[in-house]
T-cell receptor
Framework: AQSVAQPEDQVNVAEGNPLTVKCTYS??????LFWYVQYPNRGLQFLLKYITGDNLVKGSYGFEAEFNKSQTSFHLKKPSALVSDSALYFCAVRFQSGGYQKVTFGIGTKLQVIP | DTGVSQNPRHKITKRGQNVTFRCDPI?????LYWYRQTLGQGPEFLTYFQNEAQLEKSRLLSDRFSAERPKGSFSTLEIQRTEQGDSAMYLC??????????????FGEGSRLTVL
């Protein structure tokens, strides 16, 4: 089955430190991978995506993600965390199924940046 | 603001009542998705439209759920005879896509349903 896994329910990091939010995927063929962020009582906002090409993709708010095909991972990273980065982060994969494009989300990782 | 708009933002209803949610996507987007999200979970796919055609429905979408997208513009999601288990955030998203495309989804703020 096509899926993504986010192994950590919560990640705590001190403000100013680098952060990593993990995501692994299971998709046949070439994956289209995404990260979204959700603030309390809000909809999801797109951060970045990997389609093809450079394994390191840069996105909004200083976030970046590294695609690793051998490890089937797409971890989200930021060099220096801000308190305002505290939110729920979702990894997602887009794949072809039955002739249609489907998007499946992970269960989310809560990021807590501690002042 | 020309983003995805959802109404109402919050609906409280009694068990057994019918509710309808509306989604207005970004105007040039041809694809529209409905997801359901419960606390501590990621969004779960419900159904998907390309223009006015409903192309796929999840097994999560029981017979009490129906969605439409007349004329390929706004969409409605109706839940009949609501049950307490229907309590969730209902998210609408749209995207601009073509065959094989990988456009990102643009989400609305969601419609929170509470069934008493």
């Amino acid at each position: 089955a096509q899926s993504v896994a986010q192994p950590e329910d919560q990640v705590n990091v001190a403000e100013g430190n680098p952060l990593t939010v993990k995501c692994t995927y299971s998709v046949s063929g070439n994956p289209y991978l995404f990260w979204y962020v959700q603030y309390p009582n809000r909809g999801l906002q797109f951060l970045l995506k990997y389609i093809t090409g450079d394994n390191l993709v840069k996105g909004s708010y200083g976030f970046e993600a590294e695609f690793n095909k051998s490890q089937t991972s797409f971890h989200l990273k930021k060099p220096s965390a801000l308190v305002s980065d505290s939110a729920l982060y979702f990894c997602a994969v887009r794949f072809q199924s039955g002739g249609y494009q489907k998007v499946t989300f992970g269960i989310g990782t809560k990021l807590q940046v501690i002042p | 603001d020309t983003g995805v708009s959802q109404n109402p933002r919050h609906k409280i209803t009694k068990r057994g009542q019918n509710v309808t949610f509306r989604c207005d996507p970004i105007s040039e987007h041809n694809r529209l998705y409905w997801y359901r999200q419960t606390l501590g979970q990621g969004p779960e796919f419900l159904t998907y439209f390309q223009n006015e055609a409903q192309l796929e429905k999840s097994r999560l979408l029981s017979d009490r759920f129906s969605a439409e997208r007349p004329k390929g513009s706004f969409s409605t999601l109706e839940i009949q005879r609501t049950e307490q288990g229907d309590s969730a955030m209902y998210l609408c998203a749209s995207s601009l896509g073509s065959s094989g495309g990988a456009g990102e989804l643009f989400f609305g703020e969601g419609s929170r349903l509470t069934v008493l």
